[in-house]
């Protein structure tokens, strides 16, 4: 099982040299696998929707992935990136598409797109996106996307998009890595159809059990190697002992659990060598 970070997008700040400090220091000094990040464009304001119930608000900062990503590959060495996950179906295939090969191609191709369908409708509103359709929508982006990384020019009649002989350059070399989260049965059957791995939203319980032998099923069922679909846990640093880290992961490797990244926010961190190290402290106690 591979072990990686995740970005403490809340309270890393907007410092550029504290965020360089961050990916140097997980890179180098933690020789961290990877490094995981959250994604919301826009957040409501909770005083105007009454309402709200979202896990996040317009008072939680969220940093652009493809550009702190960006960022970060010009001053790292081997460190992967993966979005966990960017919210695809609210915005523009195309433009992801090449976003995703520029940050794939300019950080040797240590990217990984992690994907989902999002809850946000005040954020697909502001985005110009319908909320409804939005798990089609996201399954006939991911083929349009593995399309533009791969063809000249391409023709593409779809139901949410049309591309009438157009292609991106640069191209990547490779297919980019595309890893769905949720937990919902459309979703699970749509990972295991055309994914290459999982972002699991829990933990390593009968849940997450029963989720990943559903996937193992569908992808035998239709003459698919299980062998090399990944799957992406987190653990958390706050409340957490070497003891509970370790048996938590233990679980994850049991349940086939491929990497596993700890974050560290929400636990009274409040600068950069801070965050690093309690992800040591973790990373020294599961390796």
């Known amino acids: 099982m591979k072990f990686g970070v995740v970005l403490p997008h809340n309270e890393i700040g907007t410092d550029p040299e504290a965020i360089k400090s ?10 961290a696998d990877h490094m995981l990040i959250y994604d919301h464009v826009l957040g409501a304001d909770p005083n105007w929707h009454k309402d709200w119930t979202g896990p996040y608000d317009k008072n939680v900062a ?28 609210q915005r523009q295939t195309a433009l992801v598409a090449k976003q ?4 794939a191609i300019l950080s040797n191709y240590r990217f990984r797109l992690g994907i989902g369908t999002g809850w946000n409708e005040v954020e697909y509103e502001a985005l110009d996106v319908p909320f409804d359709h939005r798990g089609s929508r996201q399954a006939e982006q991911v083929a349009l996307m593995r399309r533009l990384w791969l063809d000249d020019s391409l023709q593409f009649d779809g139901r949410f998009h049309t591309v009438t002989h157009a292609s991106i ?29 999982w972002f699991p939203l829990g933990t390593p319980n009968d849940l997450s059990a029963n989720a990943i032998a559903t996937m193992k ?8 190697s299980w062998q090399g679909f990944g799957i992406q846990a987190q653990a958390q640093y706050r409340g957490g002992t070497a003891e509970r880290w370790k048996r ?3 679980r994850w490797a049991d349940l086939g659990c491929t990497h596993l990244a700890i974050a560290t926010h929400n636990a009274g961190n409040t600068n950069v060598e801070e965050h690093l190290e ?10």
């Not at 309690?278 to 390796?287: N, Q, S, T």
């Open 22 to 31: 961050y990916a140097v220091g997980a890179d180098r000094d933690l020789e």
């Open 169 to 197: 350059l640069p191209r990547p070399n490779r297919t980019i890595p595309i890893w769905f989260g949720g937990i919902a049965p459309p979703l699970l059957k749509r990972c295991a159809l055309i994914g290459d791995g």
């Open 248 to 250: 938590h992961a233990q």
């Open 100 to 103: 995703a090969a520029e940050l």
């Open 217 to 224: 099923r569908i992808r035998e069922e239709n003459g698919l």
């Open 278 to 287: 309690a992800a040591r402290k973790y990373l020294d106690a599961v390796r």
């Open 62 to 89: 969220f940093h652009e992935p493809f550009t702190i990503f960006a960022f970060m590959a010009a001053v790292t060495e081997t460190i992967e990136f993966a979005t966990s996950v960017l919210v695809l179906p």
